[in-house]
């Protein structure tokens, strides 16, 4: 049996999400801030540490329930009506089970249908305002009317913040899936039988500079023991643990003598002050010593030195200790399954950020080597074992992200969407089944540049995809620029990802990144190219041009961008003769996965040739299209085109960055010419007598006063668009509430003398 689905409902940014589990691990990735954490802790919440719940830790997408339960209530609506509307957080575990086991062990008290077909359990925890407890929410507001008055608003939620704690409650049932309202009521103890819980939190003290506390790997050993101590361990461990008690209780015969003995010496000569008198008994010293204690406080994990000498625990590199400290948990979460008397039918383990001090292969080693972990520690045990484990593993680490699957990342995206002004919450997409363009060739292709490139684009606030290196050298540059002329842009301090894909592979990650719904500028060339005599295509200047070859280009005007097939990516390669600037970023992306020992990208694009004829003018796109298509056709929702324009109306118009780059710095490159025709073929003339790589690094970092691009630049100014966050008024209600209490609590602390 494995848990399929998680549902949560009104806990903070989580105010209305779906995640669905893999079978063995799931990734949930995202930028700060979009949910990850608090996903963890609604778990602990309801199933590990039972806490109370406070007023922040309901979505502020729910604030307004309050309100409106608050109306009903002073019109006299009835109180279970009421009752109802108010908010309440709701975690909702689907279980799928095989109907044919023939033992359903703890979660059979889960199971309410008798259909043979139904192979799901729905287990809900729902923690709402207590029966009969609605005249107690609302006591001493019965006058005020919430009619957008903030006064009266807040101070409701200041009662709110004291009396959420205390007057909701939880609550545990069962639901039948094909009844909603066949439910059966649960206790905690009922759900931790069935869902045994681990958690690898983020913040593991690792650094060294907390004294004992560090020894992180001792208190990990305690753990082992005590897993190993307990009646119904395994033969082997019990062992082990009995062996360590012996070895202690020898120790403690020599501590009851001698040791017990001098210590008593230390005692006070007491009897002078009449103690112990005629009724009470002597004071004896008493050393006692713990096994489980010895191994948390006073026992270090070491490394071998040299010539004998230990090094201590904090002596080893934070990558490895941190490495450690995951396996050696992840081997307590199983030796803890083991000794339960009977076995939950599944263990969920929480690993958070596991990236930390990792070096990034280790990032990738870790991720894969999950399922293999499980593997051995099971045959380690015997043939027959099984450890129905399932991993949610939160990473910040494009590493991880990349080497991941498509179908196991869950991506968590912060939405605004039907909600009110400046509210936000968590939006869960689901690559292994949201996104039907993702498969097949395509999708093998985004997985494989991913892991190539190291593309943080699942934490990114904003992206764009750029031709190649030049551009990649450039462009911080040219965004430090635009800074200084307009300082509301806030390029540099934007989460903006850049990824080098060419032009002729930049449409295949349209439908990825209107999956993501993240904010993208593509930047590439027009690549103008014309018929010879042979009818077939080649490069030209622009005015010449009647087509391009960039792939991307073609797509995005004459192509579905929702959902592009395979067979749509092919890309022609074009005759050069003499090649127009220095060697295309297209031939060397080409390359690159061939070299990396991938699988060559023709197999996406198809077996291309070095020249592409033209047979049926119909198919050829016009380079008019392009060159005529306004700045509404150029953008799609949260999409950005952008390729070579003129820098002045009816100006010269480059093919390449290279082209446009001398067209936009005439004086710079000392180009002139008489006509606008001229001008351009002086501007390739001087492009192609440029080393790329010598081009990107002088214009880069040596000579730095240029004026960018304007289709770059306009590219970065529409980039640059809504960067500036509403704040949320329900958090900072929530926030002034807690405020005000603490404030009147000081107050009334000093009235009272307490405070001097």
């Known amino acids: 049996m494995k848990i399929k689905t998680i549902k949560i409902k009104n806990f903070r940014l989580l105010h209305n999400i779906s995640l669905q589990l893999e079978d063995e691990t799931t990734v949930v990735v995202g930028r700060n801030n979009c949910g990850k954490t608090s996903f963890s802790d609604i778990i602990r919440k309801f199933l590990s540490e039972r806490s109370t719940f406070e007023i922040e830790d309901f979505s502020s997408a729910c604030y307004d329930q309050f309100c409106e339960a608050h109306r009903e209530y002073l019109e006299g609506t009835d109180v279970e009506r009421v009752r109802a509307i108010v908010p309440s957080i709701e975690l909702r575990l689907h279980v799928e089970y095989d109907p044919k086991i023939p033992s359903f062990g703890p979660l059979s008290q889960f199971i309410l249908d008798d259909d043979d077909d139904c192979t799901e359990a729905i287990i809900v925890c729902s923690r709402s305002v207590a029966s009969g407890k609605i005249a107690d929410l609302f006591e001493g507001h019965q006058k005020a009317v919430l009619n957008g008055d903030d006064a009266d608003r807040l101070a409701l939620f200041r009662s709110l913040a004291e009396r959420v704690p205390h007057l909701f409650a939880t609550r545990i049932w069962a639901e039948n899936p094909l009844d909603p309202s066949d439910i059966r009521e649960a ?450 929702d949260t999409l950005r085109l952008a390729y070579q324009v003129p820098e002045a109306p009816n100006g010269p118009c480059g093919r390449t960055f290279e082209d446009a780059f001398i067209l936009a710095n005439q004086t710079l490159f000392g180009i002139t010419g008489a006509t606008h025709d001229v001008l351009a073929k002086a501007a390739q003339d001087k492009a192609e007598k440029q080393k790329k790589s010598k081009f990107a690094l002088t214009y880069a970092i040596k000579k730095t006063n240029w004026v960018t691009p304007r289709y770059i630049a306009d590219g970065l100014r529409w980039l640059a668009m809504n960067n500036v966050a509403v704040v949320d008024p329900g958090i900072s209600l929530a926030v002034e509430a807690k405020a005000a209490n603490l404030i009147n609590a000081l107050v009334d602390t000093e009235a009272s003398g307490v405070l001097k």
Request: proline fraction near 4%; include cysteine.
């Open 187 to 636: 206790t905690h103890k009922s759900v931790t039988n069935f869902l045994s819980l681990g958690f690898v939190n983020a913040q593991r003290a690792l650094d060294g500079t907390g004294g004992r506390d560090t020894d992180v790997l001792a208190k990990v050993l305690e753990g082992l023991f005590i897993s190993a101590s307990v009646s119904t361990a395994d033969g082997s461990q019990k062992n082990i643990a009995e062996g360590l008690k012996k070895a202690v209780e020898e120790i403690q015969v020599g501590i009851d003598t001698d040791f017990k003995g001098q210590l008593a010496k230390l005692m006070p000569a007491i009897e002078n002050f009449g103690y112990p008198g005629l009724d009470n008994m002597p004071l004896q010293p008493a050393t006692k010593l713990d096994v489980g204690k010895l191994l948390s406080d006073f026992t270090k994990v070491q490394y071998a030195g040299y010539s004998g000498v230990q090094l201590p625990e904090s002596y080893n590199g934070l990558g490895y200790r941190n490495l450690l400290y995951i396996l050696l948990k992840i081997v307590g979460f199983f030796r803890e399954y083991r000794a339960y008397p009977n076995a939950p039918g599944v263990q969920l383990i929480v690993i958070e950020e596991p990236e930390a001090h990792l070096h990034p292969q280790m990032q990738e080693v870790f991720i894969r080597q999950l399922p293999v972990i499980v593997r051995k520690l099971c045959e380690a045990e015997g043939e027959d074992v099984s450890w129905p484990v399932q991993f949610v593993v939160s990473t910040h680490s494009p590493h991880i992200a990349n080497e991941a699957r498509f179908n196991t990342i869950r991506y968590f995206a912060r939405t605004s969407a039907a909600l009110p002004i400046g509210v936000r919450s968590t939006q869960v997409k689901d690559l292994s089944s949201d996104l039907a363009g993702l498969k097949g060739p395509v999708s093998d292709f985004l997985h494989q540049y991913l892991t190539l490139t190291r593309c943080d684009l699942f934490f990114a606030d904003k992206a764009i995809l750029i031709e190649g290196t030049t551009e990649r050298l450039i462009l911080p540059q040219a965004m430090r620029a635009l800074d200084a002329i307009d300082p509301s842009l806030k390029l540099g301090i934007q989460y903006i990802t850049i990824m080098e894909v060419g032009g002729a592979y930049a449409q295949l990650f349209i439908p990825l990144l209107e999956f993501l719904g993240l904010r993208t500028l593509i930047i590439t060339d027009l690549d103008a190219v014309k018929r010879n005599n042979d009818k077939k295509l080649e490069a030209c200047l622009v005015h010449q041009g009647e087509s391009t070859s960039n792939s991307c280009i073609k797509h995005w005007f004459t192509k579905s961008i929702a959902r592009p097939e395979a067979n749509e990516a092919s890309s022609e390669e074009i005759t050069t003769g003499s090649e127009v600037g220095p060697e295309t970023s297209q031939d060397t992306l080409r390359e690159e996965p061939a070299k990396a020992g991938t699988k060559s990208l023709h197999t996406v694009n198809g077996d291309l040739g070095d020249e592409e004829e033209v047979s049926d003018e119909t198919h050829l796109f016009s380079l008019s299209t392009a060159l005529l298509a306004t700045e509404d056709a150029k953008t799609r």
